[in-house]
């Protein structure tokens, strides 16, 4: 099966913050690309879901408030990781600047 999407996935093992509804949940990123990315969290969210996702720096990095950002997304999909209690989620970014768009390049090619 041919893969249609547009950008290449990177893929990282970097911890994330994940904005939603007042709530703080701790994740895990798996995969970024230029348009969304994909991470683990131990709750379920509904699809559609506005949230913000917070990049945050890896401890192997030399000056890690250069690498911590945040951009705002939409919940694509949320999946039940099999014998697992986290969620994969699909997050398509929805509002991107020149400067996160710098950070993400910055990311995926670390």
């Known amino acids: 099966m041919k893969d249609r999407r547009q950008y290449k996935r990177y ?17 895990k ?3 970024l690309s230029m ?3 994909g991470c683990y969290i131990q709750q379920r969210l509904p699809l559609y879901a506005e949230i913000t996702i917070h990049f945050l720096a890896d ?4 000056d890690k ?9 939409a919940v ?14 699909g997050i398509f970014f929805t ?4 400067e996160i768009l710098s950070h993400i390049m910055d990311l995926a090619y670390y």
């Open 65 to 73: 408030d250069d690498e911590q950002f945040s951009c705002q997304g």
């Open 95 to 98: 509002h991107l600047s020149e």
């Open 59 to 62: 401890d192997t990095l030399e």
């Open 29 to 31: 990123l798996a995969d």
């Open 76 to 89: 694509i999909r949320c999946c039940k990781v099999d014998n697992s209690h986290d969620y994969q989620l």
């Open 35 to 37: 348009t969304g990315a």
């Open 11 to 27: 893929y990282q093992n970097i911890p994330v913050l994940i904005e939603y509804d007042g709530m703080l949940l701790d994740g």
